[in-house]
């Protein structure tokens, strides 16, 4: 305990001493965590909105004008065998002619001279959010479109696949980004403490002289980079956060009217959190990487 | 305690820092190392603290030959041998107390017990009044006196001086003699580097004298 205290008080002390190195390094973070920021609050409202528009996903599986007792029988043994499906409907011709009425509306009256019912029976299945992964409902749906009695199986496949298509390249693209910035940040903060080092490079000897570890050492300035890296992932997250709402509240102009049906949420606080933690690992990273090689040569 | 047979050292081909020396520095022993500058006296000293291997030779610390000693070990001698230099090397913008604090704090002893030692061995050469003060505030022999505490406070065996009084007036390098002296008393081996023949023929302490890398007198006893 009395270790980690005079690690906190020497890398702070040092840190009070050289505020303008200290200060670029933070500001470079935070700039750095900025852009990570603005991709995680993109990914996850991407996630956020698919997961809006998956929550009223429904299968469809229309049947053959035939369809035995039996294969409807099979059909919904296996439809309710599905992990997450929460709501199986059967609809029958009769409700699904009153159903297309319905949506007629004035028109309606086209269905009169109709002799006999053209509309097919079908199930409907519900998903809760477990089951609603495209995935999941990709394989229900081929499954069951290879029983007999199917005549057509639909969800909405084109626009959903579109969709996952623009979150999946969202993903991976802040994946990309993230990580060169990423590197970026850890070859700064490895900067800054290779030059911390130097400014104590007297210090360094006259410890080694009095019979210090490198680990009694190196324990400063492995704080000193994580509190770098820590500040500068929060100060990141909190332009991020600023930006955001300061966006959010001209989205309710009238400019804005076509969107309006979208809310935007901010990144959780647990993962604003996690992301903070993460500078402080990568200030971590980097002091292990300038340390190393110079205690190596000292 | 120290012994150092046929050994040879050199900063590149045409530089021979020591060449062919052997001595042998007894448990509890004074020793002053006189000689000219460029004689090789602080690069002997540096070989007994550690931080430089000879080229060829063998050197003995504590009974255990340096040349088996890993790199990661040599904190573990380093804590058994106080070192004081001409130029102080204190932390300068540290206070008098933290400079003498560093060398317990490094042994992981909790804070009382860091604040103990200091006081005590702070009291000792003097500078108890001083405690709080700025080391660059303090005069010379005030500073060497803070690196004698710093040298001293943890009770090592062994304290090896490079020119302690190189940078004083005689009347604190008298004072520094001094303490060396008390340092010596308490049961430690004390070895000084010097070319302050004054002092050293009034003390009538054991010299090696060395000339150009090579040791001239004293070496064996």
């Not at chain 1, 035939?66 to 294969?71: D, I, R, S, V």
């Not at chain 1, 319905?102 to 477990?130: H, I, K, T």
């Not at chain 2, 002053?32 to 007994?48: D, E, I, V």
């Not at chain 2, 204190?90 to 002893?109: S, Y």
Request: proline share 3%; aromatic share 8%; with cysteine.
């Amino acid at each position: 305990m009395s270790q980690l205290y005079r690690f906190l008080r020497s890398a702070g002390r040092h840190l009070v001493r050289s505020p303008g190195v200290a200060a670029v390094t933070v500001g470079t973070i935070t700039m750095v965590f900025f852009i990570i920021g603005v991709f995680l609050l993109l990914a996850h409202n991407v996630e956020l909105v698919g997961a809006r528009l998956a929550a009223g996903l429904r299968l469809s599986v229309y049947l053959e004008p035939g369809c035995t007792p039996q294969q409807k029988q099979a059909l919904r043994t296996a439809l309710a065998s599905h992990p997450g499906a929460f709501e199986l409907r059967f609809v029958d011709q009769t409700e699904a002619a009153s159903r297309f009425r319905a949506l007629l509306g004035g028109q309606a009256y086209l269905l009169d001279g109709l002799e006999e019912n053209p509309l097919p029976e079908s199930f409907e299945v519900g998903f809760d959010s477990q089951g609603r992964r495209l995935e999941n409902i990709q394989v229900l749906a081929d499954t069951v479109a290879g029983m007999p009695g199917v005549e057509e199986v639909q969800y909405g496949q084109a626009w959903l696949d579109r969709f996952f298509e623009f979150s999946r390249i969202v993903r991976g693209l802040g994946w990309l980004v993230g990580g060169v910035v990423f590197l970026v940040a850890v070859l700064i903060v490895s900067n800054t403490i290779r030059l911390s080092v130097y400014a104590r490079k007297e210090e360094i000897s006259i410890l080694k002289l009095v019979g210090a570890t490198n680990g009694f050492i190196k324990g400063p300035f492995y704080m000193e980079g994580m509190a770098l890296g820590f500040a500068g992932a929060l100060f990141g997250m909190l332009c991020t956060y600023l930006i955001f709402t300061t966006l959010l509240s001209r989205w309710d102009m009238p400019g804005w009217l076509g969107f309006r049906m979208i809310s935007l949420d901010f990144i959780p606080v647990a993962t604003t959190l996690q992301v903070s933690l993460a500078g402080g690992v990568l200030g971590l990273i980097g002091s292990v990487m300038s340390l190393g090689k110079y205690l190596k040569k000292a | 305690m120290i012994q150092m047979y046929h050994v040879n050292l050199s900063y590149g081909a045409d530089s021979p820092a020591l060449v062919d020396v052997s001595l042998r520095i007894e448990k509890a022993g004074f020793v002053f190392l006189t000689g000219p500058s460029g004689a090789g006296k602080t690069s002997l000293l540096r070989l007994m603290y550690l931080a430089e291997r000879c080229d060829s030779g063998q050197v003995l610390l504590f009974g255990q030959n340096v040349a088996r000693i890993k790199q990661r070990e040599i904190f573990r001698y380093r804590r058994r041998i106080g070192v004081v230099f001409q130029d102080f090397k204190l932390l300068n913008l540290r206070t008098v107390f933290e400079n003498v604090a560093v060398a317990v704090e490094v042994l992981g002893k909790p804070r009382r017990e860091v604040a103990k030692r200091t006081r005590r061995i702070l009291r000792l050469v003097g500078l108890e009044h001083k405690i709080h003060a700025g080391v660059l505030k303090l005069s010379g022999g005030e500073q060497q006196r803070v690196a004698i505490a710093r040298a001293i406070v943890n009770d090592p065996p062994v304290v090896i001086a490079d020119e302690p009084t190189g940078n004083l007036d005689p009347k604190l390098g008298r004072e520094i003699y001094g303490l060396l002296t008390d340092i010596h008393a308490r049961g430690a081996t004390v070895v000084v580097a010097t070319h302050d023949m004054s002092w050293v023929g009034q003390t009538q302490k054991r010299v090696i004298h060395l000339e150009n890398g090579r040791i001239l007198s004293g070496g064996m006893r």
